[in-house]
């Protein structure tokens, strides 16, 4: 059974800077593309970037050049980089992972395993 669980959030002010991992157990991390999403208060849980099983990248139009998704497969651990912290980057973030091959996927129905999340509030 494959088992995600993120951590790093936290309270940051606006303009900062957070790192957030997904530690993998259960299965080789080589094994799966890896997301992350985000769910604010009231809002649907939404794509925010993705890591293929060769590190190829995605990322929504609201993180890009912000946020960075990285992996080590040694360490079962997959990263996500956020600089530059917004107010409207508030939510919960979520890891996500399926052992489809090719580019990461940004539909959250094509993910498999799901973290319980980790809360990252932005104050202004």
């Known amino acids: 059974q494959v088992q995600l669980v993120e951590s790093g959030g936290g309270l940051v002010q606006a303009g900062g800077s957070l790192r957030l991992s997904c530690a993998v157990s259960?299965?080789?991390?080589?094994?799966?593309?890896m997301g992350w999403f985000r769910q604010a208060p009231g809002k649907e849980r939404e794509f925010v970037a993705g890591i293929s099983r060769v590190s190829d990248t995605n990322y929504a139009d609201s993180v890009k050049g912000r946020f960075t998704a990285s992996r080590d497969n040694a360490r079962n651990t997959v990263y996500l980089r956020m600089n530059s912290l917004m107010p409207e980057d508030t939510a919960v973030y979520y890891c996500?992972?399926?052992?489809?091959?090719?580019?990461?996927?940004?539909?959250?129905?094509?993910?498999?395993?799901w973290g319980r999340g980790t809360q990252v509030t932005v104050s202004s």
């Open positions: 259960g299965d080789p991390l080589s094994d799966y593309i």
């Open positions: 996500a992972g399926d052992s489809r091959y090719g580019l990461p996927m940004t539909r959250r129905t094509a993910y498999t395993y």
